[in-house]
T-cell receptor
């Protein structure tokens, strides 16, 4: 089992819809959770981080964390074509290393 | 805040030469820096982790004599690809963690290396 798992996609949603991106992790001791966005040919950029169970909202983005189920998700409301990118889930267990998932490709159709 | 720069952004070199890539944290002190490599349409691959003033820790399968990492200060790390070959052509990305949120990694813009 991979340490951080994501569906590779592509996930295709129409413009204006809600895009839901999911991630599971294997280490129950994980403490910090991150979502990065990576456009084609560019480096990843941090979108959100979440530490506590529940929801955290920032603009059109909502991160959801469920430590009991070892599950973290990212919702993008009112999806725009400019949201089309690969979304990386990352998990830190408190040590030096943050484990990245392979990413989910999102396409938002105009 | 939390800006990481990389230089150069793009480099083309001949096979057998060495290339140095710089990674700087511009507005925070980076306790740890990471070097990744990414081939087209593939995932990030962690190459090594470095802490200021100490030797880098390389991931399995990454040749430390080929990819020399120097983390000379809390704001600068360098990656030198020695005796580069065409198969070393890739997108090299550094990231740094430190500052207010110690566990958060911030990425540089990446360096695209093409070895002819």
């Amino acid at each position: 089992q991979k340490e951080v798992e994501q569906n590779s996609g592509p996930l295709s949603v129409p413009e204006g819809a809600i895009a839901s991106l999911n991630c599971t992790y294997s280490d129950r001791g994980s403490q910090s959770f991150f979502w990065y966005r990576q456009y084609s040919g560019k480096s990843p950029e941090l979108i959100m981080f979440i530490y506590s169970n529940g929801d955290k909202e920032d603009g059109r983005f909502t991160a959801q964390l469920n430590k009991a189920s070892q599950y973290v998700s990212l919702l993008i409301r009112d999806s725009q074509p400019s949201d089309s990118a690969t979304y990386l889930c990352a998990v830190n267990t408190g040590g030096f290393k943050t484990i990245f998932g392979a990413g989910t490709r999102l396409f938002v159709k105009a | 805040g939390a800006v990481v720069s990389q230089h150069p952004s793009r480099v083309i070199c001949k096979s057998g030469t060495s290339v140095k890539i710089e990674c700087r944290s511009l507005d925070f002190q980076a306790t740890t820096m990471f070097w990744y490599r990414q081939f087209p349409k593939q995932s990030l691959m962690l190459m090594a982790t470095s802490n200021e003033g100490s030797k880098a820790t390389y991931e399995q399968g990454v040749e430390k004599d080929k990819f020399l990492i120097n983390h000379a200060s809390l704001t600068l790390s360098t990656l030198t690809v020695t005796s580069a070959h065409p198969e070393d052509s890739s997108f090299y990305i550094c990231s740094a963690r430190g500052g207010a949120r110690q566990e958060t990694q911030y990425f540089g813009p990446g360096t695209r290396l093409l070895v002819l």
